[in-house]
Protein backbone atom coordinates (compact mmCIF):
# COMPACT_ATOMS: atom_id res chain seq x y z
CA UNK A 1 0.00 0.00 0.00
CA UNK A 2 1.14 3.42 -0.77
CA UNK A 3 1.03 5.65 2.07
CA UNK A 4 0.45 9.37 0.90
CA UNK A 5 1.03 11.14 4.49
CA UNK A 6 4.78 10.07 3.97
CA UNK A 7 6.56 13.61 3.49
CA UNK A 8 10.61 12.81 4.73
CA UNK A 9 12.64 9.54 4.54
CA UNK A 10 15.45 9.01 6.70
CA UNK A 11 18.19 6.37 6.91
CA UNK A 12 20.24 6.93 10.39
CA UNK A 13 24.11 6.63 10.49
CA UNK A 14 24.15 6.47 14.40
CA UNK A 15 22.21 5.60 17.37
CA UNK A 16 21.41 9.27 17.95
CA UNK A 17 19.92 9.32 14.79
CA UNK A 18 17.22 7.29 16.13
CA UNK A 19 15.39 10.21 18.22
CA UNK A 20 12.36 10.67 16.20
CA UNK A 21 11.13 13.99 15.03
CA UNK A 22 7.03 14.47 15.86
CA UNK A 23 5.00 12.11 13.21
CA UNK A 24 7.97 9.85 12.44
CA UNK A 25 7.69 6.11 13.17
CA UNK A 26 11.00 3.25 12.07
CA UNK A 27 11.05 1.65 9.69
CA UNK A 28 12.11 -2.37 10.00
CA UNK A 29 10.66 -5.01 7.03
CA UNK A 30 7.46 -3.05 7.12
CA UNK A 31 5.20 -5.46 5.82
CA UNK A 32 2.55 -4.46 8.74
CA UNK A 33 3.55 -0.84 8.36
CA UNK A 34 2.85 -0.89 4.63
CA UNK A 35 -0.26 -3.26 5.25
CA UNK A 36 -2.70 -0.41 5.86
CA UNK A 37 -3.07 3.53 6.13
CA UNK A 38 -0.71 5.10 8.59
CA UNK A 39 -2.87 8.44 9.00
CA UNK A 40 -0.74 9.90 12.07
CA UNK A 41 2.74 9.16 9.91
CA UNK A 42 4.22 11.84 8.47
CA UNK A 43 8.40 10.31 8.33
CA UNK A 44 9.71 7.06 8.29
CA UNK A 45 13.59 6.07 9.81
CA UNK A 46 15.00 2.82 8.10
CA UNK A 47 16.14 0.86 11.18
CA UNK A 48 18.13 -1.18 8.34
CA UNK A 49 20.31 1.47 7.22
CA UNK A 50 22.42 0.90 10.62
CA UNK A 51 23.40 -2.66 8.99
CA UNK A 52 22.96 -4.24 12.21
CA UNK A 53 24.65 -8.25 12.13
CA UNK A 54 21.56 -9.97 11.95
CA UNK A 55 23.17 -13.19 13.95
CA UNK A 56 25.48 -13.46 16.33
CA UNK A 57 26.27 -16.46 17.85
CA UNK A 58 28.41 -16.39 21.13
CA UNK A 59 29.42 -17.98 24.15
CA UNK A 60 26.19 -17.44 25.75
CA UNK A 61 23.92 -18.38 22.77
CA UNK A 62 21.95 -16.53 19.77
CA UNK A 63 22.14 -12.80 19.32
CA UNK A 64 18.93 -11.91 16.96
CA UNK A 65 19.04 -8.41 15.60
CA UNK A 66 15.80 -6.84 15.91
CA UNK A 67 16.12 -6.56 11.68
CA UNK A 68 16.98 -10.05 10.92
CA UNK A 69 14.42 -11.16 8.86
CA UNK A 70 12.69 -14.64 9.56
CA UNK A 71 13.98 -15.90 6.34
CA UNK A 72 17.70 -15.35 7.52
CA UNK A 73 16.58 -16.71 10.98
CA UNK A 74 15.34 -20.09 9.86
CA UNK A 75 18.31 -20.12 7.33
CA UNK A 76 20.99 -19.88 10.09
CA UNK A 77 22.56 -23.66 9.93
CA UNK A 78 21.83 -26.41 12.37
CA UNK A 79 24.45 -25.43 15.24
CA UNK A 80 26.21 -28.51 17.37
CA UNK A 81 23.85 -28.97 20.06
CA UNK A 82 21.14 -26.62 19.57
CA UNK A 83 18.52 -29.26 19.97
CA UNK A 84 15.83 -26.48 20.01
CA UNK A 85 16.85 -24.87 16.54
CA UNK A 86 14.14 -26.90 14.63
CA UNK A 87 11.53 -24.42 16.43
CA UNK A 88 12.70 -21.49 14.20
CA UNK A 89 11.08 -23.22 11.43
CA UNK A 90 8.07 -24.32 13.57
CA UNK A 91 7.36 -20.87 14.73
CA UNK A 92 8.30 -19.49 11.23
CA UNK A 93 5.95 -21.93 9.85
CA UNK A 94 2.70 -20.47 12.07
CA UNK A 95 3.18 -17.15 10.76
CA UNK A 96 0.71 -17.29 8.14
CA UNK A 97 2.54 -15.60 5.21
CA UNK A 98 3.81 -15.66 1.37
CA UNK A 99 7.55 -16.28 0.59
CA UNK A 100 8.38 -12.56 -0.07
CA UNK A 101 6.45 -11.61 3.24
CA UNK A 102 9.59 -14.22 4.95
CA UNK A 103 12.01 -12.27 3.01
CA UNK A 104 11.13 -8.73 4.23
CA UNK A 105 9.31 -9.40 8.05
CA UNK A 106 11.70 -9.25 10.64
CA UNK A 107 11.98 -10.83 14.34
CA UNK A 108 12.21 -7.37 15.72
CA UNK A 109 8.71 -5.58 13.75
CA UNK A 110 6.74 -9.25 14.68
CA UNK A 111 7.67 -8.75 18.29
CA UNK A 112 7.48 -5.01 18.64
CA UNK A 113 3.77 -5.18 16.55
CA UNK A 114 3.12 -7.57 19.41
CA UNK A 115 0.14 -9.48 18.25
CA UNK A 116 -1.47 -12.23 20.22
CA UNK A 117 -0.42 -14.73 17.22
CA UNK A 118 2.98 -13.40 16.42
CA UNK A 119 5.32 -16.17 15.66
CA UNK A 120 8.20 -14.56 16.78
CA UNK A 121 6.44 -13.73 19.86
CA UNK A 122 6.14 -17.33 20.35
CA UNK A 123 9.41 -18.41 19.35
CA UNK A 124 10.97 -15.54 22.07
CA UNK A 125 8.96 -16.64 25.06
CA UNK A 126 9.33 -20.27 24.23
CA UNK A 127 13.13 -19.67 24.45
CA UNK A 128 13.39 -17.50 27.67
CA UNK A 129 14.35 -14.38 24.80
CA UNK A 130 15.53 -11.03 26.73
CA UNK A 131 15.38 -8.15 24.59
CA UNK A 132 18.19 -5.38 24.25
CA UNK A 133 15.99 -1.93 24.46
CA UNK A 134 17.56 1.61 23.56
CA UNK A 135 16.26 4.48 25.23
CA UNK A 136 15.95 7.73 23.49
CA UNK A 137 18.43 9.37 26.36
CA UNK A 138 21.32 6.80 25.39
CA UNK A 139 20.63 4.38 28.16
CA UNK A 140 20.29 0.71 27.98
CA UNK A 141 17.47 -1.48 29.28
CA UNK A 142 16.67 -5.44 29.43
CA UNK A 143 13.56 -7.19 30.19
CA UNK A 144 12.32 -10.59 29.24
CA UNK A 145 10.54 -10.56 26.00
CA UNK A 146 7.20 -12.06 27.69
CA UNK A 147 7.17 -8.94 30.07
CA UNK A 148 7.13 -6.61 26.86
CA UNK A 149 4.02 -8.09 25.79
CA UNK A 150 0.94 -6.98 27.53
CA UNK A 151 -1.92 -7.15 25.29
CA UNK A 152 -2.92 -7.86 21.57
CA UNK A 153 -1.39 -5.58 19.85
CA UNK A 154 0.48 -3.73 22.98
CA UNK A 155 3.43 -3.85 24.88
CA UNK A 156 5.69 -2.35 27.20
CA UNK A 157 7.55 0.01 25.17
CA UNK A 158 8.09 3.44 25.57
CA UNK A 159 8.14 6.77 23.51
CA UNK A 160 11.47 6.31 21.36
CA UNK A 161 12.60 3.03 22.78
CA UNK A 162 14.01 0.46 20.13
CA UNK A 163 14.29 -2.92 20.37
CA UNK A 164 17.97 -3.81 19.81
CA UNK A 165 18.29 -7.23 19.48
CA UNK A 166 16.53 -10.28 21.39
CA UNK A 167 19.17 -13.20 22.82
CA UNK A 168 18.23 -16.42 23.57
CA UNK A 169 20.41 -18.27 26.16
CA UNK A 170 22.42 -21.06 25.52
CA UNK A 171 20.70 -23.55 27.93
CA UNK A 172 17.43 -23.16 25.91
CA UNK A 173 19.04 -23.47 22.88
CA UNK A 174 20.24 -26.86 23.92
CA UNK A 175 16.97 -28.02 25.21
CA UNK A 176 14.44 -30.56 23.78
CA UNK A 177 11.14 -28.63 22.31
CA UNK A 178 7.67 -29.09 21.13
CA UNK A 179 5.22 -27.29 19.22
CA UNK A 180 1.34 -27.64 18.33
CA UNK A 181 -1.22 -24.81 16.55
CA UNK A 182 -4.32 -24.81 15.52
CA UNK A 183 -6.80 -22.72 13.29
CA UNK A 184 -9.98 -22.28 12.07
CA UNK A 185 -9.23 -22.21 8.45
CA UNK A 186 -6.06 -24.83 6.90
CA UNK A 187 -4.51 -21.95 5.99
CA UNK A 188 -5.65 -19.31 8.64
CA UNK A 189 -3.94 -17.64 11.13
CA UNK A 190 -3.25 -19.50 14.59
CA UNK A 191 -5.66 -19.62 17.20
CA UNK A 192 -3.73 -21.08 19.38
CA UNK A 193 0.39 -21.82 19.76
CA UNK A 194 1.38 -24.96 22.38
CA UNK A 195 5.01 -24.88 23.37
CA UNK A 196 6.96 -26.94 25.57
CA UNK A 197 10.62 -27.04 26.39
CA UNK A 198 12.25 -29.80 28.79
CA UNK A 199 16.20 -28.21 29.60
CA UNK A 200 18.95 -30.22 30.48
CA UNK A 201 18.03 -29.90 34.14
CA UNK A 202 14.92 -31.39 33.71
CA UNK A 203 13.10 -28.89 34.57
CA UNK A 204 9.90 -27.98 32.14
CA UNK A 205 8.10 -24.35 30.75
CA UNK A 206 5.03 -24.27 28.66
CA UNK A 207 4.32 -21.31 26.82
CA UNK A 208 0.32 -20.68 25.17
CA UNK A 209 0.06 -17.94 22.51
CA UNK A 210 -2.13 -16.91 20.24
CA UNK A 211 -4.93 -18.68 22.35
CA UNK A 212 -4.22 -15.77 24.56
CA UNK A 213 -4.17 -11.90 24.68
CA UNK A 214 -0.78 -12.14 26.41
CA UNK A 215 1.89 -14.89 26.11
CA UNK A 216 1.26 -16.86 29.43
CA UNK A 217 4.29 -19.20 30.67
CA UNK A 218 3.83 -22.43 33.08
CA UNK A 219 7.13 -23.47 34.69
CA UNK A 220 7.49 -26.69 36.62
CA UNK A 221 11.02 -28.11 38.22
CA UNK A 222 10.16 -31.15 36.26
CA UNK A 223 7.87 -32.56 33.35
CA UNK A 224 4.38 -32.57 35.15
CA UNK A 225 1.83 -35.07 34.81
CA UNK A 226 -0.96 -34.28 32.58
CA UNK A 227 -3.86 -33.63 34.72
CA UNK A 228 -1.44 -30.87 36.41
CA UNK A 229 -0.83 -29.55 33.38
CA UNK A 230 -4.13 -29.24 31.73
CA UNK A 231 -5.38 -27.56 35.23
CA UNK A 232 -2.71 -24.56 33.95
CA UNK A 233 -3.56 -24.46 30.74
CA UNK A 234 -7.58 -24.84 31.80
CA UNK A 235 -6.79 -21.14 34.62
CA UNK A 236 -4.95 -19.41 31.98
CA UNK A 237 -5.64 -15.93 31.94
CA UNK A 238 -6.80 -14.30 28.59
CA UNK A 239 -8.20 -16.52 26.87
CA UNK A 240 -10.47 -14.10 24.20
CA UNK A 241 -12.88 -14.23 21.16
CA UNK A 242 -12.72 -12.58 17.41
CA UNK A 243 -13.45 -13.66 14.49
CA UNK A 244 -10.69 -16.63 14.56
CA UNK A 245 -12.41 -18.20 17.69
CA UNK A 246 -14.20 -18.05 20.61
CA UNK A 247 -12.78 -18.24 23.86
CA UNK A 248 -13.90 -21.55 24.87
CA UNK A 249 -12.90 -23.31 22.03
CA UNK A 250 -9.13 -21.74 22.74
CA UNK A 251 -9.39 -22.67 25.89
CA UNK A 252 -10.45 -26.41 25.00
CA UNK A 253 -8.44 -26.91 22.45
CA UNK A 254 -5.40 -25.20 24.44
CA UNK A 255 -5.76 -28.40 26.91
CA UNK A 256 -5.22 -30.81 24.13
CA UNK A 257 -2.52 -29.16 22.37
CA UNK A 258 -0.45 -29.52 25.84
CA UNK A 259 -1.49 -33.08 26.21
CA UNK A 260 0.34 -33.18 23.01
CA UNK A 261 3.16 -31.06 23.80
CA UNK A 262 3.70 -32.98 26.93
CA UNK A 263 3.31 -36.61 25.51
CA UNK A 264 5.93 -35.53 22.75
CA UNK A 265 8.69 -34.11 24.92
CA UNK A 266 8.63 -37.16 27.65
CA UNK A 267 9.01 -39.63 24.58
CA UNK A 268 11.97 -37.62 22.98
CA UNK A 269 14.17 -36.85 26.16
CA UNK A 270 12.80 -40.10 28.38
CA UNK A 271 16.73 -38.90 30.22
CA UNK A 272 15.40 -35.66 31.26
CA UNK A 273 12.06 -36.49 33.08
CA UNK A 274 11.97 -37.27 37.05
CA UNK A 275 15.06 -35.88 37.94
Known amino acids: MDLNTITRFRRPLCRDDLVLEPGETLLAGGTWLFSEPQQATSGLVDLTALDWPALEITEDGLRVAATCTIAELVALPQQPGWTAQPLFRACADALLMSFKIWNLATVGGNICRSFAAGAMVTLAVALDAEAEIWRPNG ?5 PVADLITGNGTNSLAAGEVLRAIEIPQHALVATTALRKIALAKLGRSGAVLTGRLDADGS ?7 ATLCPVLVRYPELPDAATLRAAVAAAPGYYTDPLGAADWR ?25
Open 251 to 275: RQVSQVLADEVRAELAETAPDRVGR
Open 204 to 210: ALFTITA
Open 139 to 143: TDRRA
